[in-house]
């Protein structure tokens, strides 16, 4: 949903409360505040953007397209021209690389008007890769306010967080990657303490879409230096610091939803495995020579669905007297 506000640039706002701000300040030690911003770019798929649209006597239309969302065309093509969505065929062949870039309808509305234009023709469009780099939609920028605050012995106790988040031109999937955003503000953290708010904002830049994470690898790339930011300020360590705030089953999230064992996973375990793995405490900064140094570093991410918790998917199964078994399903092999 779309609700911009007036007289602003702003497409949309989503707001995350949770606790008392003022109660999480006075509980705190060490306060850090910073700003960090990530500017828009390009999938850079190697396939471009293309279409095929035709339109046979029966009326049913064909589309085969480059696409990760081949279900999403059809239920919009029957919205937007009032056609029965039993006569739509969406088919999507193997994708040269998606990485979220391809969830958008794009040319899809197009090559269908054009092919109806000339009797049902079939239209094929793609573009250059200028165009698909000015035209069609790429990753979104950021830029992030982090002011996070915890006690003398690092717990964190706060965390006030503005994002702005340039959806370019045109709202698109920007609201939604916007309302993502405040769902997963502060990444996997055990926070009482929180306010949040994520704004799609319209630029002059190519509008937005999904790209691998829908939001999450931005926010939680600034939040992340925060936290680097406030281990330092508090002389800790950075991994111990994350592991005695790591959320666990029986807290909440951002959005107070209550976590267990099948959601959330066991944290804690994952930054002791890594902290194995990794050897961390075995040179965090050694000198290879004198213009060459090796570094260790470490965080922690998440990433919830956006989706409705009470929606539904399914597969088909069928199995075939050689003993083979046939699988229809609505997954796109997107080269992820």
């Avoid at 509980?27 to 500017?39: A, L």
């Avoid at 994350?242 to 064992?261: S, W, Y």
């Avoid at 007297?321 to 080269?335: A, E, F, H, N, R």
Wanted: hydrophobic share 40%; with cysteine; net charge neutral.
């Amino acid at each position: 949903m779309v609700y911009p506000e007036a007289n602003s640039n702003i497409a949309n706002r989503v707001k995350i409360r949770k606790g008392s701000l003022k109660d999480g300040f006075q509980k705190s030690d060490v306060v850090i505040e910073d700003q960090f911003t990530i500017p828009p770019s390009d999938h850079i798929a190697m396939e471009t953007r293309a279409v095929i649209a035709l339109i046979k006597p029966d009326g049913v239309v064909h589309i085969i397209s480059s696409t990760q969302a081949p279900y999403r065309i059809r239920e919009k093509m029957s919205e937007y021209f009032n056609l029965d969505i039993g006569k739509i065929i969406v088919k999507a062949p193997f994708v040269g690389g998606g990485f979220g870039g391809k969830v958008a309808i794009h040319l899809e509305l197009i090559a269908y008007l054009a092919s109806k234009a000339i009797g049902g023709k079939a239209v094929k469009l793609h573009y250059t890769r200028e165009e698909d780099m000015v035209t069609a939609p790429g990753r979104i920028g950021l830029d992030a306010t982090v002011k996070i605050g915890a006690t003398k012995d690092g717990l964190l106790t706060f965390a006030d967080i503005t994002y702005l988040l340039d959806t370019g031109a045109y709202s698109d999937k920007g609201t939604m990657i916007a309302k993502a955003a405040a769902a997963t503000c502060t990444g996997p953290y055990k926070i009482d303490h929180i306010a949040c708010d994520a704004l799609a904002v319209y630029t002059n830049h190519p509008y937005a879409t999904a790209y691998r994470g829908f939001s999450r690898s931005e926010l939680l790339f600034a939040f992340e230096r925060a936290m680097d930011m406030l281990a330092v300020k508090l002389n800790l360590d950075p991994l111990l610091f994350r592991l005695k705030n790591a959320i666990v089953p029986g807290d909440t999230t951002p959005t107070q939803v209550p976590l267990n064992h099948s959601s959330v996973g066991n944290l804690p375990a994952c930054i002791e495995k890594l902290k194995e793995q990794m050897n961390w405490t075995q040179g965090k900064l050694m000198n290879i020579t004198d213009d060459i140094v090796s570094v260790k570093g470490m965080s922690c991410s998440w990433k919830t669905s956006t989706i409705d918790s009470s929606a539904s998917s399914g597969v088909s199964i069928y199995c075939n007297p050689d003993g083979s078994m046939t699988i229809l399903s609505g997954i796109v092999d997107s080269t992820y």
